[in-house]
């Protein structure tokens, strides 16, 4: 299923403080690059996080 439709925003700048660092979480950027390595479930990444 795709959405043909879908339309990026040009950019989004993070101001607040909160907001960095969720962007820059450590537990987000190895989820991150853990999706990007091969086709993960949710399941599979909670067990490999250990949670």
Partial sequence: MTNINF???KLLVLKE???IKAYVHPTRIA???M???K???VS???KELGV
């Fill in 31 to 33: 989820i991150l690059r």
């Fill in 7 to 9: 339309k990026p925003k």
């Fill in 17 to 19: 403080e909160t907001h």
């Fill in 35 to 37: 999706l990007s390595a």
């Fill in 39 to 41: 086709k993960r479930t």
């Fill in 44 to 46: 599979n990444i909670a």
